[in-house]
T-cell receptor, first 114, second 116 residues
Framework: EPEVTQTPSHQVTQMGQEVILRCVPISNHLYFYWYRQILGQKVEFLVSFYNNEISEKSEIFDDQFSVERPDGSNFTLKIRSTKLEDSAMYFC????????????FGPGTRLTVL | AQKITQTQPGMFVQEKEAVTLDCTYDTSDPSYGLFWYKQPSSGEMIFLIYQGSYDQQNATEGRYSLNFQKARKSANLVISASQLGDSAMYFCAMREGNTGGFKTIFGAGTRLFVKA
């Protein structure tokens, strides 16, 4: 069964450094998403992406964040100048088309900022 | 404003019994979708069930059913015949139809403990 994959599973970085979280969505999906879950808290929407541009973003998704689909398979989230409060689990998700109801989530990348 | 409310931070249920996890939502958009996800201790997010605002029937998926009461704006998840493997965090979520980007908003979650 096709699945969303994410690398790395765990990323440790120093405060102020840049990190890139990688995702490979399901191959025939068109919509891609990033979510964040701070430990013990709810899942928060960051951004959705379609047709090589951002469709929607939350107030969390400020200039510190950017997304890119550099090739036909990868979908990346870049966090510049990381802060302690960026420590969280980051989930990538993808869905098939406008009428597709289910977003398939990847296993997540746990980001720890020291 | 809180759009998804899950009032039960934790729930206990005896194995093989049914359990209802509560979810209420708030939207003025006539077109929306409601979801339930399961998050086991391993951390992944597992889709369980979907209910569209225009769906006439309550959604069912195996042991999961969604008790959709539109006028009350509630979308409770019913798990029948609970199993030990059902112990997990459960999130209710909503996607409003007027959002072109399919932004999905999650509730705070309910942690379910299934007792043997």
């Amino acid at each position: 069964e096709p699945e969303v994959t994410q690398t790395p599973s765990h990323q440790v970085t120093q405060m102020g450094q840049e990190v890139i979280l990688r995702c490979v969505p399901i191959s025939n999906h068109l919509y891609f998403y990033w979510y964040r879950q701070i430990l013990g808290q709810k899942v928060e929407f960051l951004v959705s992406f379609y047709n090589n541009e951002i469709s929607e973003k939350s107030e969390i998704f400020d200039d510190q964040f950017s997304v890119e689909r550099p090739d036909g398979s990868n979908f990346t989230l870049k966090i510049r100048s990381t802060k302690l409060e960026d420590s969280a689990m980051y989930f990538c998700a993808s869905s098939g088309d406008r009428g597709h109801n289910e977003q398939f989530f990847g296993p997540g990348t746990r980001l720890t900022v020291l | 404003a809180q759009k998804i409310t899950q009032t039960q931070p934790g729930m206990f249920v005896q194995e093989k019994e049914a359990v209802t996890l509560d979810c209420t939502y708030d939207t003025s958009d006539p077109s929306y979708g409601l979801f339930w996800y399961k998050q086991p201790s391993s951390g992944e997010m597992i889709f369980l069930i979907y209910q569209g605002s225009y769906d006439q029937q309550n959604a069912t998926e195996g042991r999961y059913s969604l008790n959709f009461q539109k006028a009350r704006k509630s979308a409770n998840l019913v798990i029948s015949a609970s199993q030990l493997g059902d112990s997990a965090m459960y999130f209710c979520a909503m996607r409003e139809g007027n959002t072109g980007g399919f932004k999905t908003i999650f509730g705070a979650g309910t942690r379910l403990f299934v007792k043997a």
